[in-house]
């Protein structure tokens, strides 16, 4: 899902509304077209860097979940600093923050929860 959920983002965007994705440096005068293609590989590499850090964490420490959310959230707001930038139209900056927000919302609902360990204390007896 989280990289199915940019690739929908970028065809509402980019076929059905018509509106390309594009980056413009001015000082270089180069433009760079975001397609399809970088959209999804890009997805599937935070992706799976955000599993690989999550069973890492879930390895060594019983607060996996708690530390990979933290660092997840750090990254997102992270990767809304090059969207403030010249170079790129509203409707550009726009596509790529839902683009941003989607991924990161997908692998925060979609990756798998640790599952729970076994406490070290018998129960107390009842009676």
Do not use: C, K
């Not at 000082?27 to 935070?46: F, Q, R, S």
């Amino acid at each position: 899902m989280a990289v199915l959920a940019p690739a929908l983002v970028w065809l509402v965007t980019d076929p059905l509304l018509g509106h390309r994705l594009r980056i413009t440096d001015p000082e270089a005068g180069e433009t760079l077209d975001i397609g399809l293609l970088p959209v999804v590989v890009l997805a599937l590499l935070v992706s799976l860097l955000g599993w690989g850090l999550l069973a890492a964490l879930e390895r060594f420490t019983g607060r996996a979940r708690l530390l990979w959310t933290v660092a997840a959230f750090a990254v997102l707001l992270l990767s809304f600093l090059p969207l403030t930038g010249s170079g790129m139209s509203g409707g550009t900056r726009t596509s790529l923050a839902l683009m941003h927000l989607a991924v990161a919302a997908a692998l925060m609902a979609g990756l798998p929860r640790p599952e729970g360990r076994p406490t070290e204390r018998s129960p107390a007896p009842h009676g």
